[in-house]
């Protein structure tokens, strides 16, 4: 119906105010209907009170604007509807105001204070989009509101307004640039800022504001790494483009030490190798030698920031965004060691299952980079197969890759398929095949012959297309080694009779011309034939006459001197002046008369000179220097606006700039700890030698190798039994029946009692001195003790599983002994328990001050059995309960590493010292002890070999040179968790073993605590509702109805602290998951008889859902 | 009314100096191209300066190259700019030969095609291709899921809502909101009930409340879902991509799967999916929902599902693998040089089926331009050829292992015309029920979070992708 006018009237729309077209205008169709004075009629409904018309009218408006019809003229008229309280009445009008504010700015004016208000607005969904359509109003006079609004927006409360003010931002600037420093002062502060929500939108703003500032990010360099997985898609892309380009200017290129390999063994090439190498000019060659030679100088070592960057997008290549997983793999591309390249390859090729569009794209972008790296797509050949449904633009790229994918190894199935597609209805495909079979050929010397035998064949092809093309890349290869190919030249000089095709006419002519020497005899008849048809050729067969007519006078005149001259006059009086040009000059040089210059006697060495054959190459080749996956790598063009890919620096540049702690902490800390290790070793040597065979059995209770200690205590072995038996235990009722768990727990309880005494009688060993010296010191460090009891299960349980194969037997009989002997004296244990809890109440209301020593040391040993001890008085009071509840009442456990046995004589313990890990905060400390129960010193302990969850870090501790026996050294590590609780699986190594360990957190470590008011508590949850909001009921157990206890048991179970509270009824607790900083708030609200509900708010709704589970053990033991 | 004339002069006067205006910034552009190859880091004079947002305009194109509906983010670009478009499409034989992206001497331009209509969006800088392309199609696909379907008399019926919703999905040029259920909170679907209530009420499409969905971490899922029945569905459809060699061997062969499902589900439920033999899966792509790092280290998939229909995950089993292929064809096509016809005798039989039936069977040949017609006998199912263009379909339905279905004749062909030289290659449709041809399977669904219990469900359905036999 408005086929033709919609197509003719492209431009009438903006030019045609008044023209009554809109009357068959299918757009207001019913609604219209032939009305002329219809913006008449529009203006008075939306001047009417209804807003049943007024909405009527917007649409129509709208409609019009859909249509690309102007309605700038009804401006007046909508622009007062700006307040109207109807949102979707309200919401047209935005529409309009962003489409015409730039052409009426002074009217567009009136509406501006309607929105100054709404960023006012108390609802942040409403202040975001006062912002959004302010700053989409184009007019100059209102940059400075503009300005005000997105700073005042950027330090906004909610996320969402900030990313709000980042999507304001480019718009600002491209209304005015000279805000530019301003706007670099907002993008600064936005990129600081922790929310995923704001991360992309910042990114992007920065890239179109200041995408030079390159120092800008370093500061959120990791942060953005870490937080990228969970930033929305169209963020993603953003982001790991711009972090693509960072990590080219602040990294070493990781391929250094490779390419030096290359260089050395270009001697003997290798499969691959060999092309690469041709590939490289001279140039670059000279340049990476150089750059290797550098290398040479200085192995090349990963930046941990560069690893960090390749590690957290990997996964990213499972999104289901095409464009997120074509960004990695550039990345990939751009910044992997060549041997990690490989994982794209698989992503790249199930993006060829996607819309047509992005397999054209992709396949752009896989041709590239299968010159480069033809390895890494070998694998996945037959995905690249063509079928006859493809499009023909996606079947030419395909057949692009398989060329560059084709080797001496995969040549003939390649050459196979190839045979198939020649035969294709698809003509351009068939040319291209053909196409692509000559390179092959120039390039695997191998099938050279082949594929010749084969496009020969073709020449005899129905379709003169297909010949045409054969011809081309015929004379190409032929160019290779003509001499054994004279056949094939006659059998082309046959063809000029039947082809038409210029460029295979002048194909063949340009052949027969330069070889005239191997066919003597058909060449001047060639030309005879030529030189009749000549005024009917097209210009470029003309001139491969001319110049067939020069080569055959210069070696065959005697046969050819009047057919060239012919030739030449015909040519003389073209009506191309190129070609007149040319005969003239021809003339000139190879006809000898009295005038002719120098030249004339270099005419033969002039035309007859050895030619290089010509490199069939790829239209992809070196298109990488093109960002991959861009605009501009596409059309193989600059496209404005693109930024430039920068070489590798040759030296790195400070990585320090990325730490985000004041830098100066670092060697405080240093000192610091090493101050204290050397004051705890004073402490600690009188102890360790006056109680050794007291921290023997503490370890010794862990496992069955009491006998080779020697310190064998029959306490210990039982216990041991124990461990492996409800090890066993745990293994064999996997299917989750709860009668068995229940037995299981029995049996742990069991366990437990039995390590009372164990414990009792050497904490009595210990100087009271000493254990007196150590409550006055710290508090946290003593909860740090009494877990080590709950540890000690885990661990030994741990230990024994290793070794308890070949002593199953001996366990069984242990179990017996220990179900005999197991009876707990509990009256003690409460006294104590007693005593303990309310120092420790105390303590925890206002502990997490750092402490002055984060070290473990063995005195806590025998302070943990107290606590232990008080620990069973509970478990004791409850019939059902389950092992990992029982969390001690306020705690830093620690947990085993590395057994004495499996240590060879190093055990390892570590525990979470709670305390803030000074080099990057966005770790969780890790405090480590060593002893070295061996008899020989123990050197060089170190860290090596971290496997890692993507994202997740770590921080080594300094290497401890020397452990001399019986010595016991701490150190502490940072862990960045990434805020889950994988485990980081780490190679523990002395001088002559290495140890694999790993370390996993409690979800309660993974965050840290934070000072919250009352009111801001209130208010932050306020805003993590809904989702981010997990509520349990539970009933407290009864020794824990107090406030003291439910705090301390919160804090044991998760590094919080307490928010002060009006009620008594309520207590609160807050922190900050160490990694992403998500805010972390507790709730456990009392009720009568023991009754409460607890409330979790966390963004991280894993976490959430952890830490309830935890906490709710923690409370209802 | 003395007044409103005063207004009209003085938007006369604006409207020659925004005029003015636009012609300077043509010349700016225009200047500013020549510099084009300058540094961008090296500041330019302040007046001077790529316009930053991602897509500038969208342009929807109907089959017969009418533009009927435009939206600029920023200024108004003329709708000239798709005389370019035109000209290559022109260019192109069929629409889907058209380049995606094409270069004008001061734009780009995107496009991708879908549902018979062009999605054609203007950018003017640097900008990933693909994030366009696949913008696009989200765009089409919220169309889809909004109206049903994605053609141009449901975009024009609907022109407000679809104008409304580009306005929402990008913000100067950026994707602000592409989740169709952050999107369904703004902007309500059109339903006929709604229509008729809003037309006698003046109610709006809008939603009255605003949206929680985009403040969340999880803006897929809007919170306060609840249903009657809570159930969960999940169809697993494996699609097998061959190409079948003239001999019956196979070229290559790969699996494309694909988890569709539908949950209805109230409250905030967290699901998880755990396999019988989760190492099939090695090339996998996720809706956001799934915790990637649960996968990675457990081979289950977790997460809390969007509300209503979405696609949890695909997989790819590529052409390394072995891979079953259900049927075997025997087929011989000649054509004869005297007496200008051809002969066709086509036999399918069950290779690989796992003891399932193979349904739907249907056989499409794209014939040579030579074959006027077909003269043919089919033991089951019928046959048409289509003269215009040359397509034989072959539609079989059920495949009875017992007696196989051949169809066999001759093919008259045009007189004087040299014979084709090639045969043309078969294209293969079926479908198999309750298998999964990889052979996945979902051993259980969990769920976490809420209380009751809902109604789970599982189907597998295998069919033929690109699934080519050549001859």
Avoid at chain 1, 242 to 268: C, H, K, V, W
Avoid at chain 1, 1062 to 1088: I, P, Q, W, Y
Avoid at chain 2, 19 to 25: A, I, P, Q, V
Avoid at chain 2, 201 to 212: A, C, I, K, R, Y
Wanted: overall charge negative; hydrophobic content about 35%.
């Amino acid at each position: 119906m408005s086929a033709s006018s919609a197509f003719n009237d492209e431009k009438g729309g903006s030019s045609s105010v008044g023209e009554p077209e809109y009357g068959h205008d299918p757009a207001s169709g019913g609604i219209f209907s032939s009305d002329y004075k219809r913006h008449d009629d529009l203006k008075e409904m939306l001047d009417s009170n209804k807003d049943s018309l007024k909405l009527e009218a917007m649409k129509r408006i709208v409609a019009m604007i859909a249509r690309g019809k102007n309605a700038s003229d009804l401006f007046p008229a909508v622009v007062k509807n700006v307040a109207c309280k109807n949102i979707e009445v309200k919401k047209l009008v935005y529409v309009y105001l962003v489409r015409y504010a730039e052409e009426q700015q002074d009217l567009a004016l009136l509406s501006i204070s309607t929105f100054q208000r709404g960023l006012k607005d108390p609802n942040q969904l409403i202040r975001a989009s006062a912002l959004r359509v302010l700053s989409s109003i184009r007019v100059t006079i209102i940059v400075p509101i503009m300005m005000l609004a997105i700073k005042e927006a950027a330090s906004d409360m909610s996320p969402y307004v900030r990313k709000t003010a980042a999507h304001a931002i480019p718009k600002l600037y491209s209304l005015d640039p000279e805000q530019k420093d301003q706007l670099i002062e907002v993008i600064e502060k936005l990129l600081a800022d922790k929310t995923t929500l704001v991360a992309g939108s910042v990114v992007m703003a920065f890239e179109e504001v200041c995408p030079e500032r390159i120092d800008l990010i370093h500061k959120n360099y990791r942060k953005l790494c870490n937080l990228l997985i969970d930033v929305e898609e169209w963020g993603q892309v953003v982001i790991i483009n711009m972090l693509t380009r960072y990590a080219r200017t602040q990294f070493l290129n990781p391929n250094i030490n490779e390419s030096l390999l290359e260089e050395g063994g270009s001697g003997d090439k290798t499969f691959y190798g060999s092309d690469e190498d041709e590939d490289e000019d001279e140039e670059e060659k000279e340049k990476k030698a150089e750059v290797a030679a550098m290398a040479k100088r200085k192995p090349y070592v990963m930046d941990p920031d560069h690893r960090l960057l390749l590690r957290n997008t990997k996964p990213l290549l499972q999104s289901r965004n095409a464009a997120v997983v074509m960004a990695v793999a550039q990345l990939y591309f751009h910044l992997a060691p060549k041997a990690e390249v490989g994982v794209i390859a698989k992503a790249l090729v199930r993006l060829l299952r996607s819309h047509s569009e992005v397999q054209y794209v992709v396949l752009q972008n896989v041709a590239t980079m299968s010159i480069k790296r033809r390895g890494m797509f070998e694998p996945y050949l037959k995905s690249f197969y063509i079928r006859s449904t493809d499009p023909t633009q996606i079947k030419v790229l395909k057949l692009e890759v398989l060329t560059n994918l084709a080797n001496e190894t995969n040549i003939s199935t390649i050459l196979r398929e190839f045979q198939t597609y020649i035969k294709s209805m698809d003509k351009d495909f068939v040319a291209a095949t053909i196409q692509a079979i000559g390179r092959c050929a120039t390039n695997i010397s191998e099938v050279r012959d082949t594929c010749l035998n084969g496009l020969v064949q073709l020449l005899s092809n129905r379709d003169e297309l297909v010949v045409a093309e054969s011809v081309v890349v015929i004379k190409k290869l032929l160019q290779m080694q003509p001499e054994k190919h004279s056949d094939i030249i006659k059998h082309m000089a046959k063809l000029t009779d039947n082809i038409q095709v210029p460029m295979a006419r002048a194909s063949i002519l340009w052949l027969i011309g330069e070889y005239c020497e191997h066919v003597p005899k058909i060449a001047p008849d060639v030309l005879r034939k030529m030189a009749k048809s000549f005024t009917n050729e097209e210009d470029i067969v003309k001139l491969q006459i001319i110049n067939l007519a020069a080569k055959l006078y210069l070696t065959n005149s005697k046969q050819t001197k009047l057919l060239t001259q012919y030739v030449l006059n015909l040519a003389k009086y073209d009506q191309n002046y190129d070609i007149r040009d040319r005969a003239r000059f021809i003339r000139q040089l190879i006809v000898p008369t009295e005038k002719s210059g120098a030249l004339s006697k270099y005419a033969k060495k002039l035309f007859l000179a050895l030619k290089p054959a010509p490199v069939l190459e790829s239209p992809f080749k070196d298109r990488d220097h093109f960002q991959l996956g861009s605009l501009s790598h596409l059309l193989n063009a600059k496209a404005g606006g693109y930024q430039e890919l920068p070489d590798w620096p040759e030296a790195a540049p400070d990585p320090s700039v990325r730490n985000v702690e004041v830098k100066e902490s670092v060697p405080e800390w240093t000192k610091c700890s090493s101050r204290e290790k050397r004051k705890e070793k004073k402490v600690e040597k009188p102890f360790y030698t006056d109680s050794e065979g007291e921290s023997g059995p503490t370890e010794s209770a862990d496992s069955e190798s009491d006998s080779a200690t020697g310190s064998e205590s029959s306490s210990g072995s039982e216990e041991s039994g124990s461990g492996s038996e409800s090890e066993e235990s745990k293994e064999a009722s996997e299917s989750e029946e709860e009668e068995e768990e229940e037995e299981e727990e029995e049996k742990k309880k069991k366990k437990k009692d039995l390590k009372k005494p164990v414990q009792e009688s050497e904490s009595e060993q210990s100087s009271e001195e000493e254990e007196r010296k150590h409550q006055r010191k710290s508090k946290p460090r003593k909860s740090e003790s009494e877990s080590e009891s709950d540890e000690d299960e885990e661990s030994e349980s741990e230990s024994s599983q290793s070794e308890s194969e070949d002593s199953e037997s001996e366990a069984e009989v242990k179990k017996k002994k220990k179900l005999a002997e197991s009876k707990p004296p509990p009256k003690p244990v409460k006294k104590e328990s007693k005593k303990e809890k309310k120092e420790m109440s105390l303590l925890d209301l206002d502990d997490f001050e750092p402490a002055p020593s984060p070290q473990v040391t063995p005195v806590n040993t025998f302070l943990s059995n107290s606590l232990v001890t008080d620990l069973e008085g509970l478990s004791l009071s409850d019939s059902v309960l389950s092992p990992a509840t029982i969390a001690p009442s306020s705690t830093l456990k620690s947990y085993e590493l590395l057994h004495r046995i499996t240590g060879e004589g190093l055990s390892v313990e570590y525990c979470f010292s709670r305390q803030p890990f000074s080099p990057d905060a966005n770790m969780v400390a890790v405090q480590m002890q060593f002893t070295n129960n061996a008899s020989s010193d123990t050197k060089n302990l170190h860290i090596e070999d971290v496997k890692l969850q993507s994202g997740m870090r770590v921080k080594e501790f300094p290497e401890i040179e020397l452990l001399p026996a019986g010595e016991t050294a701490t150190a502490v590590m940072g862990i960045d968790f990434c805020d889950s609780t994988q485990a980081a699986n780490f190679q523990l190594c002395t001088h002559t073993r290495k140890f694999f360990v790993s370390i996993q957190p409690p979800v309660g470590e993974l965050m840290r605590p934070v000072f919250l008011t009352e009111n801001e508590f209130k208010k932050e949850q306020g805003q993590l509702m809904g989702m981010n909001e997990i509520t349990e009921k539970l009933t407290l157990d009864v020794k824990c109805r107090n406030e003291h206890t439910i705090v301390q048991r919160v804090t044991t179970a998760a590094n919080l602290s307490r928010v002060p509270c009006g009620s008594d009824k309520e207590c609160r607790f807050a922190g900050r998951t160490v990694t992403s900083g998500s805010l972390v708030l507790v709730t456990v609200a009392t009720k009568e008889e023991g009754a409460a509900q607890l409330t979790v708010n966390c963004e991280k709704m894993v976490i959430g859902t952890m830490l309830v589970k935890d906490i709710l053990q923690a409370l209802t033991q | 009314m003395n007044q409103s004339q005063g207004f009209f002069k003085d938007i006369q006067i604006s409207c020659l100096v925004v005029g003015w205006l636009l012609s300077n910034t043509a010349s700016i552009i225009l200047s500013f191209r020549v510099w084009g190859g300058q540094s961008m880091t090296d500041s330019a004079p302040s007046w001077f300066f790529y316009s930053a947002e991602m897509i500038h305009s969208l342009f929807l194109i109907n089959h017969l190259g009418d533009i009927f509906l435009e939206k600029h983010w920023k200024s108004v670009i003329s709708r000239s700019v798709c005389d370019y478009f035109f000209e290559a499409r022109e260019k192109a034989v069929d629409p889907e030969n058209v380049p995606p992206v094409l270069q004008t001497p001061h734009h780009y331009l995107i496009s991708i095609y879908r549902g018979k209509l062009f999605f054609l969006s203007v950018i003017q800088t640097e900008v990933p291709p693909l994030f366009v392309i696949e913008f696009l199609h989200r765009v089409a696909d919220t169309f889809q899921d909004y109206f049903g379907e994605c053609s141009e008399s449901v975009i024009t019926d609907n022109l407000v809502i679809v104008y409304e919703l580009l306005e929402e999905m990008l913000d100067n040029g950026f994707p602000l909101a592409t989740e169709s259920n952050v999107l369904k909170e703004m902007i309500r679907p059109p339903n006929i009930l709604r229509s008729v209530v809003n037309t006698l009420t003046g109610g709006s499409n809008v939603g009255e409340t605003l949206p929680q969905g985009q403040l969340s971490n999880i803006p897929w899922r809007r919170a306060g879902v609840k249903y009657a029945n809570n159930e969960a569905y999940f169809d697993v459809t494996e699609e097998i991509d061959a190409i079948v060699d003239k001999s019956g061997t196979t070229v290559s062969a790969e699996i494309q799967g694909v988890i569709e499902a539908c949950v209805k589900l109230s409250g905030m439920p967290d699901l998880t999916m755990s396999f019988m033999n989760p190492r099939l899966l090695d090339d996998v792509s996720f809706h956001p929902c799934v915790r990637f790092r649960r996968w990675e280290s457990e081979r289950v998939l977790s997460f809390i599902p969007p509300d209503g229909n979405f696609t949890l995950m695909t997989y790819h089993i590529s052409s390394q693998n072995l891979v079953a292929i259900p049927v075997y064809v025997k087929q011989s096509i000649n054509f004869f040089e005297a007496g200008s016809c051809g002969r066709l005798d086509i036999t399918i039989g069950p290779k690989q089926t796992m003891g399932k039936t193979v349904e739907d069977l249907k056989v499409t040949i794209h014939m040579p331009k030579a074959v006027l017609n077909a003269n043919l006998t089919a033991t089951q199912g019928n046959y048409t050829y289509d003269c215009t263009t040359k397509m034989l379909v072959w539609d079989i339905g059920k495949l009875n292992p017992q007696k196989l279905p051949n169809l066999r004749g001759s093919l008259s062909m045009q007189t004087g015309v040299p014979n084709p030289e090639e045969n043309p290659s078969l294209n293969i449709d079926l479908k198999i029920q309750q298998l999964a041809i990889s052979g996945l399977k979902v051993s259980r669904l969990d769920m976490y979070g809420e209380k009751y219990k809902p109604f789970k469900g599982v189907k597998y359905v295998t069919k033929a992708g690109k699934f080519q036999v050549r001859t």
